[in-house]
Each structure stands twice: as C-alpha cells, then as structure tokens.
C-alpha cells in the first residue's frame, strides 16, 4: 500500500498547522540530550585543561628540582638498569650514596639515550639532603617538556568527549529543524521489521508519503513501537530535500502552545 491513495480523510494534527516556522519546544528527552552534550563539552575541556595544568605544575616543580641540583647537587656514578621509550626516551638507574643503593629513573635526550645499554655507567647529580632526588647530569629535569605528548593527549580527550555531544545532538538538531520548518504530510507503513538499535529491540517502519507535485517519498524510522502494513502515520519533510523526513510527533522536541492556549 502507498501514500498515493486517497487522502481525503487525512487531515495534519492541528499544532502542525501553524504558520512557519513553528515554535518549537523540548521534551524531557530532548533536554536530557542538551544535558548531555553540555556535560560530554565540560568535561571534556576540564579533562584537557586537567592534563595541560599538570605538565605545567610538573616543569616547575623541575624547574625548582633543576635549580636545587646545579645550586647544591653532587655528582656521582651510576648503572643503567633499563632503557625505554615508553612516552619518551626514559632512563633507570642505579647508584650508591653513604652505602646505600638508591633506584631512579628520568627522561633523557634521544641521542644520549641511544648511546646508552643497559649496564652502561651513568653520571648523575642527586641532593645530598634528599638522595632520591637525582637526575643525569647531562639532562637536568629542567631540559625535557612533555608538550609534544600532553598536547596529543588533550586533543585526543577533548575530541573524544565532542563526539559524544555530537552524537546526542545529531539526535535533536535533525528533529527540531524539521518540526521548525518542515511541511506534513500522509505517510503509510509499507514494511515493519523487528530489529535493534544499540542495545534497544524495537522495529524499523518504513514508509511513503506523497509530496505535492505527486511524487512519492520514502522513509525509515526507527521505533518501540510496532505498526502494522497500511497504518497512515504523519510525515514531517524538509520541502527542499524531502529525503531529510522523520515520523511525528518526535521524541526531543514538540510544538510549542501558541499565545493564549495551555499545553
């Protein structure tokens, strides 16, 4: 069965017939979407932000360390006891101070950690008040930023949580500029399937409806609701790109009261 059959008892819900553009307003879905893009674009910035703070906070804490060392460091002799390139080019190490063994490990320059194995010996200045505190005395801490590694990072993050809000939008933009400016029309189901959407069940209806040069237009919606074949539906289409239709009423959005009646 097609939209092309009468439709002389169809008339368009009555808050469809107001002039364009309609007022719209949210459902409670649709404010849960606004909800969740917001906090997807908060946290997401916060998230970055986060990451960008803290290698601020970490180069001046070396800063202040870098200072320490040249100011009151001394020198001694250390083992590597492991090599990595793991977020950058890292170094252990092993060394002695008044008889005892301490471990550390720090960030080193590529062409000083590719002249080195494991076993190599190492120069190191440490803090004789804190001799956990060492670094290589070639590379103070001071002589390494993280930016080309942070920066990515924050990126990745930011993106991540943009497209999140994305995808909650790309739910409510669609459905509210059709319900704003879209014309209506008489669909019929032509097929109903079972189906899913995410971990949701439900079915997919599809549909035609006609358009005023007489043409035929189709959709597919995904619903909870099942319908059977032949069962008229109200289409809402963009009269430009009729392909861009949905099935009123929508979830996210609903047509305002006008001036002076009660939802």
């Known amino acids: 069965?097609?939209?092309?059959?009468?439709?002389?008892?169809?008339?368009?819900?009555?808050?469809?017939?107001?002039?364009?553009?309609?007022?719209?307003?949210?459902?409670?879905?649709?404010?849960?979407?606004?909800?969740?893009?917001?906090?997807?674009?908060?946290?997401?910035?916060?998230?970055?932000?986060?990451?960008?703070?803290?290698?601020?906070?970490?180069?001046?804490?070396?800063?202040?360390?870098?200072?320490?060392?040249?100011?009151?460091?001394?020198?001694?002799?250390?083992?590597?006891?492991?090599?990595?390139?793991?977020?950058?080019?890292?170094?252990?190490?092993?060394?002695?101070?008044?008889?005892?063994?301490?471990?550390?490990?720090?960030?080193?320059?590529?062409?000083?950690?590719?002249?080195?194995?494991?076993?190599?010996?190492?120069?190191?200045?440490?803090?004789?008040?804190?001799?956990?505190?060492?670094?290589p005395a070639a590379d103070p801490p001071n002589s390494q930023n993280h930016w080309s590694i942070v920066l990515p990072m924050a990126g990745m993050i930011l993106l991540f949580m943009l497209g999140f809000a994305t995808m909650f939008l790309s739910a409510l933009l669609p459905e509210r500029r059709l319900l704003e400016r879209g014309h209506s029309a008489r669909g019929v189901v032509t097929r109903c399937k079972e189906g899913s959407r995410g971990r949701s069940r439900g079915y997919f209806l599809f549909y035609d409806f006609q358009l005023p040069e007489g043409a035929l237009g189709q959709g597919k919606q995904y619903s909870g609701s099942q319908l059977a074949e032949g069962s008229t539906v109200t289409v809402l289409y963009d009269p430009n790109r009729p392909r861009r239709n949905a099935l009123y009423p929508m979830k996210s959005v609903r047509v305002a009261s006008r001036a002076g009646s009660h939802d």
């Not at 250390?78 to 063994?101: H, I, K, M, P, Q």
């Open 1 to 135: 069965m097609s939209a092309g059959n009468s439709t002389a008892s169809w008339s368009p819900p009555q808050e469809l017939e107001q002039p364009l553009p309609r007022s719209v307003r949210l459902t409670g879905i649709g404010i849960t979407y606004c909800v969740l893009s917001l906090a997807c674009i908060v946290f997401g910035v916060g998230m970055a932000a986060r990451v960008c703070i803290q290698e601020l906070h970490r180069q001046a804490a070396n800063d202040s360390l870098a200072h320490q060392l040249a100011a009151e460091g001394r020198e001694t002799d250390a083992t590597v006891t492991r090599l990595s390139t793991r977020l950058g080019y890292v170094v252990g190490f092993e060394y002695n101070v008044d008889g005892r063994t301490y471990k550390n490990g720090a960030f080193i320059a590529s062409e000083h950690w590719q002249s080195l194995q494991v076993g190599s010996p190492l120069t190191v200045r440490y803090l004789p008040s804190d001799p956990n505190k060492a670094y």
